[in-house]
Every structure is written in structure tokens, then in C-alpha cells.
């Protein structure tokens, strides 16, 4: 119920106030992970507006967003809310991740790219990061 009405709630203010700044409904950590996961830079430091913010979100949640499509459905914002929050819980995480799971994304990020697999011995000349 509670999910249902937050997605109500965010769908009419989107479209009720145009130009009311993301962060008024959002946590900054959502907002500012969709625009990481969408546009792959830094986040600005004011919000955009809320109708834009939907519209990335929707976009995470499989909405393509053309002309013919109309505005995205409660299923879209959903899946796409779902995505803001684990994107924005991953973003928590890995600020704070120990050397060891930098030496595993590294290893994964490795492999994804056509690399080989790494010892461990390459991995920790690799990571930089400080051990918490």
C-alpha cells in the first residue's frame, strides 16, 4: 500500500508541479545515483525538476520514452524506483568497501572487458584503496 501510494503521490506531483526540484520527494542519494546510472558523470548539485527525474527513473524501469509512448506507467516507476534505490544503496556501499571487494570488482571489471583472470598477488598492486 505504501509503495502504491508513494508512486501515486510522485506521478501527480510530476505532473501537478512541473517545476518542483527532485529533491522536494527524493533522497538525494536516489536522484543523484539516476543521474550517474543515466548519464554516466557526476551529478550537478542542484536537482533537476521532478517531471525530468520521473522520466529517468521510468527509463530504468523499461519505459523507452518516445513520442507515441504517452507518460510511463506505474509499473515502469516502480521497476525504475526499485533500480533508483539499489543503485543509490550500491552507491553507499561501495564508498565505503574494503580493499577486498575493490580487488573483486576490479577482477570482474577485468573480465567484462576481455581481460584475464588476475592472482590475487595482481589484484593488490592493483587496489589502492586503504583497508577499513
Not at 7 to 29: C, K, Q, S
Not at 73 to 93: E, H, Y
Not at 110 to 116: E, I, S
Request: proline fraction near 10%; charge should be positive; hydrophobic fraction near 45%.
Amino acid at each position: 500500500l505504501i509503495i502504491a501510494w508513494r508512486l501515486h503521490y510522485l506521478t501527480v506531483l510530476g505532473r501537478a508541479i512541473p517545476e518542483l526540484p527532485g529533491d522536494a520527494v527524493l533522497d538525494p542519494a536516489e536522484w543523484r545515483a539516476v543521474y550517474v546510472a543515466i548519464h554516466r558523470k557526476s551529478p550537478p548539485e542542484t536537482p533537476p525538476a521532478l517531471p525530468i527525474l520521473l522520466a529517468w527513473i521510468a527509463r530504468l524501469g523499461g519505459h523507452l520514452g518516445r513520442k507515441c509512448d504517452g507518460p510511463p506507467g506505474p509499473q515502469a516507476l516502480w521497476i525504475g524506483l526499485q533500480r533508483a534505490r539499489d543503485l543509490a544503496w550500491g552507491d553507499a556501499v561501495g564508498f565505503r568497501a574494503p580493499c577486498s571487494l575493490s580487488r573483486i570488482e576490479i577482477c570482474v571489471m577485468d573480465r567484462c572487458r576481455g581481460g584475464r583472470a588476475m592472482s590475487i598477488k595482481q589484484m593488490s598492486k592493483r587496489c589502492t584503496s586503504p583497508a577499513i
